[in-house]
């Protein structure tokens, strides 16, 4: 039952992606340049990720253990990923171009929101339980 609660969350964050790149595309490029609104966004998206896990796995998930933590945020991980390759085939991108989302030399964040999907689950069981010790 954890694995189909997880799976609601992480559908949470799509909505939260959309939103995060319309900001960025009709918002933030315009104020501050594309060069720097990438990242920032970078930023943003994984901040929503985390927020979203924090406020809603203890929630969804009242018995835990850090190794189902870990099973989620893997999980999350390479639907992430499916999803990204999936919807930027369809969308009429190359895969060069979608490879070249996991460059940070080019300004995109897009591993650093990757490694925030996989650690949240791991982080937010950590902080609410206030044991980071063995992270």
Do not use: H
Not at 4 to 29: D, S, V
Not at 103 to 131: E, R
């Amino acid at each position: 039952m954890n694995i189909l609660k997880a799976l609601l969350i992480w559908l949470c964050f799509i909505p939260a992606a959309i939103l995060n790149g319309g900001l960025r595309e009709y918002a933030l490029t315009k104020a501050v340049g594309e060069e720097l609104a990438l990242p920032v966004s970078g930023i943003t998206l994984s901040m929503c990720i985390f927020l979203i896990t924090w406020l809603l796995l203890p929630i969804a998930t009242k018995t835990i253990t850090s190794k189902d933590c870990w099973l989620i945020g893997i999980c999350w991980g390479v639907l992430t990923m499916a999803f990204e390759f999936v919807a930027g085939l369809a969308g009429s991108n190359t895969m060069a171009e979608l490879l070249n989302a996991y460059n940070p030399l080019t300004g995109n964040l897009w591993l650093l929101v990757l490694m925030t999907t996989i650690l949240s689950p791991v982080m937010t069981k950590k902080l609410q339980n206030k044991d980071i010790s063995d992270i």
